[in-house]
């Protein structure tokens, strides 16, 4: 799954979480999230949530690559192939920073990759786009549905851990390209804006269900995000932080000229 946010449309997850405090206008971290790497890897099961995490993410970047790759052969003008193939290599770019990082944690990349393939693989083969326009919504709003989760895990991190993930779940650029593109093809067919607002709503039901799939499986990771490991969501919060990525959602889907 590729990590790809709008900086106008999505909260920063640092500035929502209960691990956060906003003071004097700045934002001051507690518990491990006030903490590097170094300090927090002390607990066993806090550094095998951050290798799982850093794994669903390197593989997703991975994944997203191969994706793009893959998109470019629909892309419909040799412009549009290139801007692809440009994104692509900034999500490979991605890939590397956190196979990297993994390795120098003492973690294995491809065995911290491996448990998150059948997931993302499986999400993939249920949403594969069936035109050009199909992909750039999933790139733009299905995967974005993902982003906006893992920044809200973001929030709870290490400081060395939050700064690579947020660093890996930039814009590669694709944000700006889909929406042209897509309201382009609406104002040039109305038609289509029905076809592909039923096909946000789908990903939109997958990813979430695909996002909720992935910690369950992992016992480090679940336990991480419900509070017993690092500052964790209380269910209240679980049900805030879905809100919020309902409502980045929204916004995505009136950037494309498209009916929540």
């Known amino acids: 799954m590729r990590y790809m946010t709008t900086p106008d449309n999505t909260p920063d997850a640092s500035d929502t979480a209960d691990s956060a405090v906003e003071t004097g206008g700045t934002v ?6 006030a903490q590097d790497w170094a300090q927090a890897s002390a607990d066993p099961q806090y550094r095998a949530a951050v290798v799982d995490l850093l794994g669903a993410l390197a593989y997703g970047e991975l994944a997203a690559f191969e994706r793009l790759a893959e998109d470019a052969k629909l892309a419909p003008t040799l412009g549009d192939k290139a801007e692809l193939a440009k994104m692509a290599s900034a999500e490979f770019h991605h890939y590397e920073k956190l196979r990297d990082r ?3 944690i003492g973690a294995e990349p491809t065995q911290a990759m491996e448990p998150f393939v059948a997931a993302l693989d499986g999400f993939h083969k249920q949403t594969a786009p069936s035109d ?6 999933k790139a733009y709003v299905g995967d974005s549905i993902a982003s906006d989760f893992y920044r809200e895990v973001a929030a709870r991190l290490d400081s060395d851990s939050r700064g690579l993930v947020l660093a890996v779940l930039d814009d590669t650029g694709h944000a700006s390209f889909a ?7 609406i104002d040039a067919d109305p038609r289509v804006g029905g076809r592909l607002a039923l096909w946000a709503r789908r990903l939109m039901g997958e990813a979430l269900s695909q996002s909720q799939r992935v910690v369950a499986d992992r016992d480090a ?8 490991v690092a500052d964790g969501f209380d269910l209240a919060e679980v049900g805030k932080m879905f809100s919020r990525i309902t409502e980045a959602h929204t916004k995505r889907m009136a950037a494309l000229g498209l009916a929540a």
């Open 179 to 185: 929406v042209e593109k897509v309201r382009a093809a």
């Open 102 to 104: 993994l390795t120098e």
């Open 132 to 137: 050009w326009l199909e992909g750039l919504v």
């Open 221 to 228: 990771l679940s336990t991480m995000l419900v509070g017993g």
């Open 28 to 33: 001051a971290h507690t518990g491990v999230a």
